[in-house]
């Protein structure tokens, strides 16, 4: 029950910084790329 709460306020910070959908697109990529990144270095 708490990690759930802890995800929820996660998602509305994230939401909060960003405003517009060009600003949610940059946000969903970044994303994105970390987690590329942390791919890659697992498989290295």
Same mark, same amino acid.
């Given at each position: $029950?708490?990690?759930?709460?802890?995800v929820l306020m996660a998602a509305a910070f994230t939401l909060a910084g960003c405003n517009t $959908?060009?600003?949610?697109?940059?946000?969903?990529?970044?994303?994105?790329?970390?987690?590329e990144k942390a791919g890659s270095k697992a498989g290295n």
């Open positions: $029950m708490k990690s759930m709460i802890a $959908m060009e600003g949610f697109g940059q946000d969903v990529q970044k994303a994105g790329d970390s987690i």
